[in-house]
């Protein structure tokens, strides 16, 4: 079983920046992959980022490529999203998540994920 525990949600100006965290605990695999999911109100949830574990390989929405950046610390076994340039658009729940195996093809489907994370709001204001 895999714990998934996210923080760094907050409020900002639009423009400004927040780096959101989720910390694992308890068992981890070789090969998995960590994603950000996000949910406005009304709205599907949506595929934000995913990094590879093993190599650090990320993959990035289309409406996020150049302001968002998804990263990994090994030793801490944490994964980062730093959100940068941040619009009214970016409000959302944010969530963490984790899928035990990989394929490209399938990598923005939020129901190939395993375990997923409680959720961290982030509002940015106009």
């Known amino acids: 079983q895999v714990q998934l525990v996210e923080s760094g949600g907050g409020l900002v100006q639009a423009g400004g920046s927040l780096r959101l965290s989720c910390a694992a605990s308890?068992?981890?695999?070789?090969?998995?992959?960590m994603g950000w999911f996000r949910q406005a109100p009304g709205k599907e949830r949506e595929f934000v980022a995913a990094i590879i574990w093993s190599d650090a390989h990320t993959y990035y929405a289309d409406s996020v490529k150049g302001r968002f950046t998804i990263s990994r610390d090994n030793a801490k076994n944490t994964v980062y999203l730093q959100m940068s340039s941040l619009k009214p658009e970016d409000t959302a729940v944010y969530y963490c998540a984790q899928r035990l195996d990989f394929a490209i093809a399938t990598l923005q489907r939020n129901d190939r994920y395993d375990y997923w994370g409680q959720g961290t709001q982030v509002t940015v204001s106009s």
């Open positions: 308890g068992r981890t695999f070789s090969s998995y992959v």
